[in-house]
């Protein structure tokens, strides 16, 4: 089990362009989360999906922010006119099941953005 | 939505004591409650979780104590040895009336000093 994959680990990009990121999560697993680690506002949960279908997206910057999941064995967030802000750890978990009293959370090791 | 306060930002203790971190949360809802530990330039790994039914729950050296009423846990890790230290999060899950999400606290920067 190779646990969940993203990539790019480290991704440098211009002010004003798109950045992004891919997600794989465990296979099997029916949830996939997208959470945004930074200094200043710690753990911030941007996204789920569960069974491919958007469930929650309340934790998106609305205008710029999108996130996908075409097929159960990906998932993307893709990042339009990045700004320093975006500048964080964007961290996706995936889950094997998603109960109302809650599932652990699998994380993979996160991609670095940072916007210059 | 649901908050969560982690109380300790940093801690430091002697290899050999326990390390104690304590979070507070503000949904009554809430009925489930991770811990993850992440290490420098990793993910986040869960190392043990407690639910609503119960109060106590221990995995070798972690103790989580969960006291409903005062909507308090905390995290007990006894004979602390210097491979624990890294940052630990504790979590609460909200059910958000689509599903749930775990709400993160800020972070316990753990050091176990030699």
């Not at chain 1, 794989?24 to 996939?32: C, D, F, N, Q």
């Not at chain 1, 922010?65 to 967030?77: E, R």
């Not at chain 2, 503000?26 to 489930?32: K, R």
Request: hydrophobic share 30%.
């Amino acid at each position: 089990n190779a646990g969940v994959i993203q990539t790019p680990r480290h991704k440098v990009t211009g002010k004003g362009q798109e950045a992004t990121l891919w997600c794989e999560p465990i296979s099997g697993h029916s949830a996939v989360f997208w959470y945004r680690q930074t200094i200043v506002q710690g753990l911030e949960f941007l996204t789920y999906f569960r069974n491919q279908a958007p469930i929650d997206d309340s934790g998106m910057p609305k205008e710029r922010f999108s996130a996908q999941m075409p097929n159960q064995s990906h998932s993307t967030l893709k990042i339009q006119s990045t700004q320093p802000q975006d500048s964080a750890v964007y961290l996706c978990a995936s889950s094997p099941r998603q109960g109302d009293s809650g599932n652990t959370l699998y994380f993979g090791e996160g991609s670095r953005l940072i916007v210059v | 939505g649901e908050k969560v306060e982690q109380h300790e930002s940093t801690l430091s203790v002697r290899e050999g004591d326990s390390a104690v971190i304590n979070c507070t949360y503000t949904d009554t809802a809430s009925s489930y409650f991770p811990w993850y530990k992440q290490e420098a330039g990793k993910g986040l790994h869960f190392v043990i979780d407690i639910r609503s039914n119960v109060d106590r729950k221990q995995s070798q050296r972690l103790i989580v104590l969960l006291d409903k009423k005062a909507k308090r846990f905390s995290l007990h890790i006894t004979a602390t040895q210097p491979e624990d230290s890294a940052i630990y999060f504790c979590a609460a899950s909200y059910y958000g009336g689509s599903g749930n999400k775990l709400i993160f606290g800020t972070g316990t920067l753990l050091s176990v000093k030699p």
